[in-house]
């Protein structure tokens, strides 16, 4: 989850920063449009979304959590399943070579075996490890986008020129309450995907 947050923290960056650019450098041009009004950017142009509470009350987040959660369980059963029988097989070598029942050759033949399961054991524990964070840094994006879409998709109805990002750390460091409207694209974003589901 401090991979979501640094992600989304990067994010929310180069939005701000292109916020600003698209504000400074398209000011002129709606000031030219509207040239007799007292304001330049309509009143309500800008609300914020809680990005965390967001995607964790988002369902499409619970289930791809629980999915995820499910490929980990499973890597771990295989990992141990593996880890169990490389002790397995270190046990019966130990016990052999300290009862003198292996020759030195056949000894030396059995540790280098357990030297290459060790190995494979190494290699498939970090194979896991990194398709799971691999995995999970796609899921992240994924709902990102799917939020980020349905904004931009629905934007009429939310009626603004700016939704931002607001997260513990980010760089909105305060806002008016009063411009959150996390809970109506909350239950919007679960009715879309409920219906998306069925």
Same mark, same amino acid.
């Given at each position: 989850?401090?991979?979501?947050?640094?992600? =989304?923290?990067?994010? @929310?960056? &180069?939005?701000?920063?292109? @916020?600003?650019?698209?504000?400074? !450098?398209?000011?002129?041009?709606?000031?030219?449009?509207?040239?007799?009004?007292? !304001? !330049?950017?309509?009143?309500?142009?800008?609300?914020?979304?809680?990005? %965390?509470?967001?995607?964790?009350?988002?369902?499409?987040?619970?289930?791809?959590?629980?999915? &995820?959660?499910?490929?980990?369980?499973?890597?771990?059963?295989? &990992?141990?399943?593996?880890?169990?029988?490389?002790?397995?097989?270190?046990?019966?070598?130990? %016990?052999?070579?300290?009862?003198? =029942?292996?020759?030195?050759?056949?000894?030396?033949?059995? /540790?280098?075996?357990?030297?290459?399961?060790?190995?494979? =054991?190494?290699?498939?524990?970090?194979?896991?490890?990194?398709? @799971?964070?691999?995995?999970?840094?796609?899921?992240?994006?994924?709902?990102? /986008?799917?939020?980020?879409?349905?904004?931009? %998709?629905?934007?009429?109805?939310?009626?603004?020129?700016?939704?931002?990002?607001?997260?513990?750390?980010?760089?909105? =460091?305060?806002?008016?309450?009063? &411009?959150?409207?996390?809970?109506?694209?909350?239950?919007?974003?679960?009715?879309?995907?409920?219906?998306?589901?069925?």
């Amino acid at each position: 989850m401090k991979k979501l947050s640094v992600i =989304l923290f990067g994010v @929310l960056f &180069l939005a701000v920063i292109g @916020l600003y650019f698209l504000h400074f !450098s398209g000011s002129k041009s709606i000031k030219n449009n509207n040239s007799g009004s007292a !304001s !330049s950017v309509p009143a309500g142009a800008i609300a914020y979304v809680n990005i %965390d509470s967001v995607i964790f009350k988002f369902n499409m987040f619970s289930d791809r959590r629980d999915e &995820l959660m499910s490929k980990q369980k499973s890597a771990e059963a295989e &990992l141990n399943s593996k880890g169990n029988q490389y002790q397995k097989d270190g046990k019966d070598y130990q %016990d052999k070579v300290n009862k003198g =029942l292996v020759t030195r050759a056949v000894a030396a033949q059995m /540790e280098q075996a357990l030297g290459q399961q060790q190995q494979e =054991l190494i290699s498939l524990r970090d194979k896991l490890q990194s398709n @799971l964070m691999e995995e999970e840094q796609v899921m992240n994006r994924q709902i990102l /986008e799917y939020i980020t879409k349905f904004l931009s %998709d629905h934007k009429s109805e939310y009626n603004y020129q700016y939704i931002l990002g607001k997260s513990f750390g980010s760089v909105v =460091l305060y806002s008016d309450s009063g &411009l959150d409207i996390s809970q109506k694209v909350l239950d919007a974003l679960n009715k879309k995907y409920k219906e998306e589901k069925k």
